[in-house]
Nanobody, 128 residues
Framework: QVQLVESGGGLVQAGGSLRLSCLAS????????MGWFRQASGKEREFVAA????????FYADSVKGRFTISRDNAKNTMVLQMNSLKPEDTANYYC?????????????????????WGQGTQVTVSS
């Protein structure tokens, strides 16, 4: 049974940092793309960042480029999202997700519908 479990959310002041982790289990993810999405209250779920598990190629939403860094630890089957210079508009529930794609093209990396495994989410709140 595939499980994605997020951790690391919390409350932080604007300008601060948080580190989110996603522990993946239940299968091999070497042919997968792992992503982070977020959903603020009353808004649609939006793409944040993604990484091709095998190659390590990364993708970012324009709103987080230069502030967030996505990475993975193959040995620990863990994906990490380091979030720096946080802003109040980053406040949302953050979800870890996995999609069965490992190619090097852009593909549909930012589309939630392409991801077939999801975690339960972790809340990130940034105060002004």
């Amino acid at each position: 049974q595939v499980q994605l479990v997020e951790s690391g959310g919390g409350l932080v002041q604007a300008g601060g940092s948080l580190r989110l982790s996603c522990l993946a289990s239940g299968r091999t993810f070497s042919s997968y793309t792992m992503g982070w999405f977020r959903q603020a209250s009353g808004k649609e779920r939006e793409f944040v960042a993604a990484i091709r598990w095998s190659s390590g190629r990364t993708f970012y939403a324009d709103s987080v480029k230069g502030r967030f860094t996505i990475s993975r630890d193959n040995a620990k089957n863990t994906m990490v999202l380091q979030m720096n210079s946080l802003k109040p508009e980053d406040t949302a529930n953050y979800y870890c997700a996995a999609a069965p794609y490992s190619g090097e093209g852009i593909w549909n990396t930012g589309q939630p519908s392409k991801y077939n495994y999801w975690g339960q989410g972790t809340q990130v709140t940034v105060s002004s």
